[in-house]
């Protein structure tokens, strides 16, 4: 199998639930909602929501904003990427990997401008190959292409091989083995009894890129 090794972005590389709880602290402040408001905007968020444009449509009424939605949302997309950090050991775990000879990729969903902000202000640009982001391409994990144009990216194809990881069920771990991707799961909640046919299970990140670097040695887990 060849060393491709494609990452989701959100809370998998980054931590995108602590960046969001400092956004609705600022959100709630700036619109004097009250503390409150903190709490009901994080049950939203947790909910899952499709996509922030249905987000801020029942935000918008809730709160009775005069703000439009695509105001909402435009601003919450200029403000995330300063919001949300990858931690040096996270680079560094990244920058091992390629130095045993990994091709290290991003693959995301989510619109170009926030997601491209993210990778370029968290310094992962320079700590991976290549990344493919749904809003650029147009087609969203767990569509097959999106893994593809990341292996491509990185001078590969998916006949070959390689690894997903991330913390979605459907979009990574799915999405993965549809692509022909052995998989890990970056289950952060500890679940247990659910049904994720994920190759592995780890609860950070961290914990997924030693699993990878012990195969190069040859003395982990196949």
């Known amino acids: 199998m060849q060393q491709l090794a494609l990452f989701d972005l959100d809370n998998t590389l980054v931590s995108l639930d602590e960046a969001f709880r400092i956004w609705a602290e600022e959100f709630t402040d700036e619109h004097g909602l009250g503390t409150e408001a903190v709490g009901w905007l994080i049950a939203l968020d947790r909910e899952g929501v499709p996509h922030r444009e249905a987000f801020f449509t029942k935000v918008r009424t809730r709160f009775m904003l005069p703000d439009s939605v695509e105001d909402l949302w435009s601003r919450y997309r200029r403000r995330m990427p300063y919001l949300v950090s990858c931690r040096r050991d996270v680079l560094d775990g990244l920058g091992q990997l390629r130095a045993w000879g990994w091709q290290v990729a991003i693959v995301t969903n989510g619109t170009a401008d926030n997601q491209l902000g993210k ?91 030693e699993i990878l670097q012990k195969i190069k040695k040859g003395g982990g887990p196949s």
């Open 119 to 209: 990778i370029q202000q968290t310094g992962l640009a320079g700590a991976v190959d290549a990344y493919a982001l749904s809003g650029v391409e147009g087609i969203r994990k767990p569509d097959v292409a999106l893994f593809e144009t990341a292996a491509k990216r990185c001078g590969m194809t998916l006949a070959g091989g390689g690894w997903m990881i991330g913390d979605n069920l459907s979009a990574d771990i799915a999405g993965g083995r549809a692509a022909g991707l052995r998989t890990i799961w970056i289950d952060r909640s500890a679940r247990h009894g659910v049904d994720h046919q994920a190759d592995h299970v780890v609860t950070d990140v961290l914990e997924a890129i």
